[in-house]
């Protein structure tokens, strides 16, 4: 049986409650029509949350057994929400179960992965996956096992097999988490159309962002944009 299989029988004999915090709303609904059919897949949608606000008042509120959590989000981002989630990940000291963060992204970015990992999430699934996938990487979650979606597992074991802390990159710290997505895109050829739709933003979103990241690298073009990704490894 594979472990789709096997988290598909295990939704019938119980239920693994979750909360979807994303900021777009058309995603979340997306997600819940997939993972949300109760009887289906033993899969309980009971929050939402679309900012870091939002969602760590919701977690407290309902603590479910498993969070979908957004890399991107208004207010500091997922890290933030895992970091004054923190106390939840352990057993309460009235028995309540921990409750465990599974990121689910459209970036694929090594920072990324590791800085929601070093927080807490026990997992890190692209929103390229399929709604069967994504059940089962709910359960394998929800029963405590680490889930990545391919290739993605290896960032995280290089990060925290390196013993030598790495270089800081000012000026990649100057850069948003967003603008650091936008980049990458460009980087990688993306039309701005293209990212629009993958970052589910606008094309004038877009454009602020390629203007944004020109300004503060000091570059002229997309082409400088590109060549200074590709020497930092960023592509």
Not at 51 to 60: F, I, L, P, R, S
Not at 163 to 173: A, N, R, Y
Request: aromatic residues 4%; negative net charge.
């Amino acid at each position: 049986m594979t472990g789709t299989e096997e988290a598909a029988g295990a939704g019938q004999d119980r239920q693994v409650r979750v909360v979807l915090v994303d900021d777009h709303r058309m995603f979340r609904t997306g997600v819940r029509a997939e993972i949300g059919e109760t009887g289906r897949t033993g899969i309980d949608v009971v929050g939402e949350a679309d900012d870091v606000e939002q969602a760590v008042t919701v977690v407290t509120a309902t603590r479910p057994d498993v969070v979908l959590l957004d890399v991107h989000l208004p207010g500091g981002g997922g890290v933030e929400v895992l970091r004054r989630c923190a106390p939840l990940m352990t057993e309460g000291a009235d028995g309540a179960a921990a409750v465990r963060f599974l990121a689910l992204s459209v970036s694929d970015a090594a920072e990324d992965v590791i800085g929601v990992i070093r927080g807490g999430a026990r997992g890190y699934v692209t929103k390229t996956i399929t709604g069967t996938d994504l059940v089962a990487a709910i359960f394998r979650v929800a029963d405590g096992d680490a889930v990545f979606s391919p290739r993605l597992a290896g960032f995280v074991l290089d990060a925290f097999a390196a013993t030598d802390t790495p270089p800081v990159d000012e000026d990649l710290d100057r850069l948003t988490q967003r603008e650091r997505e936008v980049l990458r895109l460009i980087a990688r050829g993306y039309a701005y159309k293209e990212i629009a739709k993958q970052l589910f933003i606008s094309v004038k979103t877009v454009e602020s962002h390629v203007s944004a990241v020109l300004r503060k690298l000091q570059l002229s073009n997309r082409h400088e944009l590109t060549r200074w990704a590709t020497a930092r490894r960023l592509v």
